[in-house]
């Protein structure tokens, strides 16, 4: 299959300008600013129909779109490299691996939306794809690919790369916005959405790293080019990280509609020898789980929501029968827990009593009823909060009690795992 | 029906249609016919931010359910407060936020009025699912739980009842501009707690105490006091400034036990500074006069009120027909009510018979013969504080405004904030405004004109002025000293193209305005700034309510209004002997300093002195205080001994203006009512009553009854008219010469302390909380050149006095100006200042 993100992952001088250049780089750029009006952009992007890697799908042609044309406000462009849901590591690699691939996206971006000012967030933790992408914007500066008048065609850019300060939430969206406002990273209520009232109360676009990564092959390849990979609504190629019990975990790009079987067997070798598959998380840590039987289903964002999942940012975690479904939830759940911003009731207050509730069975000390006032629990979070972020800790947690009840249970009732684990469990 | 068109929107929510203005939420409109949806994190001056999810409600088409909060009205809309899905995911809210929540309500001063006890009560169950040990954190500092933190002065913070609603973070933010008070950590780990390092000590600390729903935010001056539920309210208005903010006060039989927020859109939006919340408590001081005092033999002593009441009479009717009325003067402080004053002004005017009378006793008035007319004109100018929301640029001139007018300066941030307004400072020193100010400009001490007179300048050379003909201009531009743009910014010390950029920026805005305070009320030069902020207004085309000089204390307006000045418009004049039925004695009335000159001429003998304390506060202290000495009697009447009835011959025991129901008119013109919250204790009398039975005994009684008072006063007050700005009317200035101050090199200000407003607030325990003791507040870098820290002792000095202060050292100032409040009682400041303007100092610091 095709490597198009990661045609240059293996070599190790990708990451520079002149070894980016040498390999085609920086050609999409001056095709765009020679021979396309901002609308064109738009408009090809929405043709090729690519749609966002960070985790909802949503068509990028049509979200820069929806920046007001003619408000006189600022507008911003930022590319989202917050990574921190569990099993994703995708954008890590490729900020490491091809730097400028994302630069010339982000340009090209902030050109169809008529910004003048781009921002890259970083995790706080990144601080080798920080200093990838501050050396690859330095060199871009000095070629003349940023700055003002940008190769001769009258248009300015700055890019900024800014480092967060290490929070999940500081993915999403809007609290990714307040925190690069200066704010605490908290996410914010919709509507307003960001292309209206985003950064400083300014028309912005927020798109994932992969996303944009993905912009300059589409101009440089054309739309029939990206179609040819993908499916007719997931359309294009898509890294997948995997993890969990696998024999070859890493990142695997494949066209969109590969069958997970594939990914799982063929390029991740399966499970350990002696091992059976038990479960599959999808998409991301807060994606609910697929069985064994599922494992045919095609990766693309319509064929896994058809399979009661989500492709989410397309992070496979592999689970055997070694694990412990219980101990599985609770990891989950201590995770979001921490991760909650705060703001609102449901999340700040909910995941921290699913977390007492879960850990109790854990421990032993569940008691009959735990398990329904779970779910009770879960069903006054979901979609009763601010963003995703509680539905994310529900949805993994709901579907492990609904596919694995009987572990709970025997967890309540025995004060011990019905699955002896052989693993180490940190 | 109103259709999609117009500026209405038609929706239906629990069966029942309403049409609201497009843009109201859903949780507004359903209040608007009396449905009730619980809230925690709305509050309706702030942004709503959607966080506590109480508010949730169904629209139909929607999958989820919406925060009403944050949700605008649509066209058709159909809304359901009471679906099952609605009903249980309150239930849900509320269960998640008692998780944790102590429940302590028995001794949780909120109890009785905590949004969290009232709408679980409504909505909650009395279950609770939650099997834990309640979460309390140990502070890694103090190593306690959350209970009972001290954040501020007066703000106790109990992390524990916290719901999380961001409220007082919010409140701070948005509204106050302050960073003082913040969330910190994460998750349900979540605190509120003071900026690292620093307290919650803004001016507006209360309101966060106010708006916390619940009890996690208390103050000092409510806790453990009272239950809610045994006290009665009185609605009143701060008396401590001249912005008017509506108060409630909270009593029973005994005491007051807080002031809060009485919410007036027009004034004050329902935000309190924290004078007008904790300023109540001298009213409860036990060092209240409680005794009329009479001199006996040098040495005062407590006295029957008939035995003081006798002696003012006989001495006030002895010296009036034996010396004649011109020899009795009046003085009243700023802030005795509407009502006061003018019965006041009647006993003096109809009674002894003379037109010496004046409230205007904080600054030094000029020789006879100034022009008066353009100041007079823009202090009296028909402001509205809630227009200023509707300013695309502002001046704010000669104020430390935040200090000065707490309300009017929330409504400028309002104005920044929301409609995008332009605000310019300039000031001798920084104010708190630089961070909504597109430009601060300092000018050198004293040199308010010539900042002005630079102005115009540059509006002539630029020809930026409206309404005025060339000609006129070039005429006007003539006959202003200094002469030239270059020389007046050149002596206020800034430079040339911000001066021109801010006349630019003023004369391209479409509705700016134009606000002065105290800096040009104080100084010596005043008419003469007036002159210039006078012509400014007329060059720029400002209209004639846009520009004014705000009156300084609650009544200072009202007092103009009803006429305690010695000079009177015809129409006044004639307007008060046909209420009073009695003509006004043609005397010349002398105003305050002219009083004090002519008791040291001996032209006058005797002074009646109501609720002031001049020996302190008049910003001539070795002047005021010789005249003091001298007087042949003086009587007092006020709540607390002073340095003025210290001298006094006879003095009365006051009542406060919560003791008496009254009215203030503010700044605005705009004559607000306070009711009585307590009566005055056993020997304390009402200024209407001290001024009546004076007059009784006297044996020349006022006639009418406090109601008919009170129906004069608001005739008075609503029929007043003024002389409107002349929009093509121009003053000459001609700014006085600087006095010199050879030897004395810093340029002391003298004011209220931030925390503090005339000599009563050092009663008033909360407000020591947040200043205890003077102080010289100085630059850094002056503080290097005199080598001294934070705290260290010097001797403050000029040619008429010195005084030993610790130093404070402020970022705020720069170079060579000091500051140093005249609210406490131990340091005389006004022994430093003399009255022709000499306000210059030495400082040396004073070795151990
Ligand atoms: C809790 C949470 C965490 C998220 N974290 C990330 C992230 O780390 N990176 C990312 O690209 N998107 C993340 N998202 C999704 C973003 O909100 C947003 O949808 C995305 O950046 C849009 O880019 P795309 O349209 O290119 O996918 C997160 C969303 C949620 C709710
Ligand atoms: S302290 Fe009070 S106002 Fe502040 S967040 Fe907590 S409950 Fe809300
Ligand atoms: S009141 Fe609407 S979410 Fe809090």
């Keep these: 299959m095709e490597k198009v993100l990661f045609a240059h992952v293996d070599n190790p001088q990708q990451h520079r300008i002149e070894t980016y250049l040498a390999a085609g780089g920086y050609q999409a750029l001056p095709k765009i600013l020679r021979e396309y009006k901002p609308d064109d952009v738009i408009d090809l992007i929405k043709k090729s129909g690519l749609r966002g890697r960070g985790g909802a799908g949503f068509p990028a042609g049509m979200k820069w779109s929806f920046v007001p044309k003619t408000s006189p406000k600022p507008k911003y462009l930022c590319c989202n490299a917050d990574e921190s849901e569990p099993g994703t590591c995708k954008d890590r690699v490729l900020m490491e691996s091809d730097p400028h691939l994302v630069v010339e996206g982000i340009i090209i971006a902030a050109y169809a939306i008529q910004a003048h000012q781009a921002f890259i967030y970083i995790r706080g933790e990144f601080v080798f794809p920080a200093a990838r992408m501050e050396q690859a914007v330095e060199e871009a500066y000095a070629r003349g690919y940023l700055g003002k008048n940008i190769l001769g065609s009258g248009y300015d850019l700055d890019l900024v790369v800014h480092t967060g300060g290490g929070a999940y939430i500081c993915g999403e969206e809007t609290a990714l916005l307040s925190s690069l406002e200066g704010d605490r990273g908290l996410s914010r209520i919709r509507p307003p959405f960001p292309a209206i009232e985003g950064l400083y109360g300014c028309p912005t676009v927020v798109n994932n790293v992969e996303t944009l990564a993905n912009v300059p092959l589409i101009v440089n390849r054309g739309v029939d080019w990206f179609r040819s990979h993908g499916t007719e609504k997931s359309p294009g190629t898509k890294i997948f990280s995997l993890s969990g019990n696998i024999k070859r975990p890493g990142n695997y790009e494949v066209d969109l509609g590969t069958p997970l079987s594939y990914i799982i067997n063929e390029l991740g070798g399966g499970v350990p020898d002696g091992r059976t598959l038990k479960a599959i998380i999808p998409g991301g840590s807060s994606t609910p789980l697929l069985l064994p039987h599922q494992i045919d289903t095609p990766l693309d964002f319509e064929s896994v929501a058809q399979a009661g999942s989500m492709l989410g940012s397309g992070a496979i975690i592999v689970i055997d029968d070694g694990a412990c479904m219980v101990w599985t939830a609770m990891k989950l759940i201590n995770f979001y827990q921490h991760e909650s911003c705060g703001k609102c009731t449901p999340c700040r207050e909910g995941t921290a009593w699913l977390k007492q509730l879960i850990n109790r069975i854990e421990d032993g000390n569940g008691r009959p009823g735990d398990i329904d006032l779970i779910l009770d629990i879960c069903g006054n979070i979901m979609g009763r909060t601010i963003c995703p972020l509680g539905d994310a800790a529900v949805m993994p947690t709901e579907s492990i009690i609904k596919l694995f009840r009987n572990e709970f249970e025997y967890h309540i009732e025995h004060k011990t795992c019905l699955v002896k684990t052989s693993y180490p469990l940190a | ?848």
């Design chain 2, 1 to 848: 029906m109103a259709e999609n068109g117009g500026n209405t929107v038609t929706l239906t929510i629990d069966g029942r249609q309403v049409t609201v203005p497009k843009g109201t939420t859903v949780l507004e409109a359903a209040q608007s016919i009396g449905i009730d949806i619980p809230t925690f994190c709305w509050h309706p001056k702030l942004d709503s931010i959607g966080a506590c999810r109480m508010c949730l409600v169904d629209i139909e088409k929607m999958p989820k359910p919406a925060v009403s909060c944050a949700t605008e009205v649509a066209q058709g809309m159909v809304v359901s407060t009471t679906s099952d899905r609605i009903v249980a995911a309150r239930k849900g809210v509320l269960e998640f936020l008692l998780l944790n929540h102590p429940l302590d309500c028995p001794t949780c001063d909120k109890g009785g009025e905590c949004d969290l006890q009232d709408i679980t009560f409504k909505y909650g169950t009395d279950k609770s699912r939650f099997a834990f040990p309640k979460l309390r954190i140990i502070d890694e500092h103090t190593k306690t739980t959350f209970d009972d933190k001290r954040i501020g002065p007066e703000i106790i913070r109990n992390m524990n009842r916290c719901v999380t609603c961001f409220k007082c973070v919010r409140f701070n933010k948005e509204i106050a501009g302050e960073y003082d008070l913040g969330a910190y950590q994460r998750a349900n780990h979540t605190v509120i707690d003071a900026a690292p390092g620093e307290q919650v000590d803004n001016i507006y600390s209360g309101n966060v105490v106010e708006i916390c729903p619940v009890g996690a935010l208390t103050n000092t001056d409510w806790r453990y006091k009272v239950r809610v539920w045994l006290t009665k309210q009185a609605d009143s208005i701060s008396p401590h400034d001249a912005d008017g903010q509506n108060i409630k006060l909270w009593y029973d039989h005994r005491r007051i036990f807080r002031a809060t927020s009485r919410r007036n859109d027009a004034v004050d939006e329902g935000w309190i500074c924290d004078l007008a919340r904790y300023g109540y408590q001298f009213i409860d001081s036990p060092d209240r006069l409680m005794s009329p005092l009479i001199k006996r033999q040098g040495r005062q002593v407590a006295a029957t009120w008939a035995e003081a009441l006798e002696l003012v009479a006989r001495r006030f009717r002895d010296i009036r027909d034996k010396k004649g009325s011109v020899c009795i003067a009046g003085l009243s402080g700023g802030n005795q009510s509407a009502e006061t004053m003018a019965l006041f002004n009647r006993f003096f005017r109809t009674v002894l018979r003379s037109n010496s009378v004046d409230y205007r006793l904080d600054y030094i008035d000029l020789k006879d013969g100034e022009i008066t007319e353009a100041y007079n004109c823009l202090y009296t100018a028909p402001f509205q504080i809630a227009e200023l929301e509707q300013a695309d640029a502002a001046l704010v001139f000669a104020s430390n405004f935040i200090k000065e007018h707490p309300i009017v300066n929330l409504r400028l941030r309002k104005a920044v904030r929301k409609s995008k307004a332009r605000l310019f400072t300039a000031n001798p020193v920084e104010t708190k405004s630089a961070d909504i100010s597109v430009d601060e400009l300092i000018y050198r001490p004293d040199t308010e004109t010539a900042f002005v007179v630079a102005l115009l300048h540059a509006l002539i050379d630029q020809r930026l002025y409206k309404n005025c003909p060339d000609g006129r201009a070039m005429e006007l531009q003539s006959r202003l000293s200094p002469s030239s743009l270059t020389e007046a910014a050149g002596i206020c010390g800034i430079e040339v193209e911000r001066i021109s950029s801010l006349a630019r920026q003023l004369a391209s805005a479409q509705n700016p305005f134009i606000l002065a305070g105290d800096y040009l009320t104080a100084s010596t030069q005043r008419y003469q700034i007036g002159n210039a902020l006078y012509n400014l207004a007329n060059l720029l085309g400002v209209p004639d309510g846009k520009a004014i000089i705000l009156a300084s204390h609650a009544d200072s307006i009202g007092a103009e209004r009803v006429g305690l000045r010695p000079a009177l418009s015809a129409d006044l004049a004639g307007r008060l002997a046909e209420a009073w039925k009695e003509p006004i004695p043609d005397s010349t009335g002398l105003n305050t300093s002219q009083i004090f000159r002519a008791i040291l001429d001996e032209e006058i003998d005797a002074v009646m002195i109501l609720g002031a304390n001049p020996a302190m506060r008049y910003p001539d202290g070795p002047f005021v205080n010789a005249a003091l000495d001298k007087l042949d009697f003086l009587v007092v009447a006020d709540l607390f001994e002073t340095a003025t009835t210290a001298k006094a011959d006879v003095v009365f025991p006051l009542a406060g203006w919560a003791e008496q129901d009254g009215s203030f008119v503010n700044l605005e013109g705009r004559q607000q009512r306070f009711q009585r919250a307590l009566p005055p204790k056993a020997e304390i009398k009402t200024g209407l009553e001290i001024i009546r039975e004076i007059a009784e005994t006297m044996g020349e009684p006022l006639a009418g009854d406090d109601a008919a008072l009170r129906n004069e006063t608001e005739r008075l007050v609503s029929s007043w008219v003024r002389r409107p700005r002349v929009m093509d009317k121009f003053y000459d200035v001609k700014p006085a010469p600087p006095v010199g101050h050879e030897g004395y090199p810093y340029r002391l200000l003298v004011g209220n302390d931030l925390h503090h407003v005339g000599y009563l607030t050092e009663h008033c325990p909360s407000l020591i909380r947040f200043t205890r003791e003077p102080y010289v507040e100085l630059s850094p870098s002056l503080a290097a050149r005199l080598g001294v820290d934070e705290a260290a002792l010097v001797r403050v000095e000029s040619t008429t006095g010195r005084l030993v202060l610790p130093v404070r050292i402020s970022e705020q100032f720069d170079g060579d100006v000091v500051f140093i409040p005249n609210n406490f009682a131990a340091v005389e400041v006004n022994t430093l200042v003399s009255r022709d303007g000499g306000g210059w100092v030495k400082i040396e610091r004073l070795d151990e």
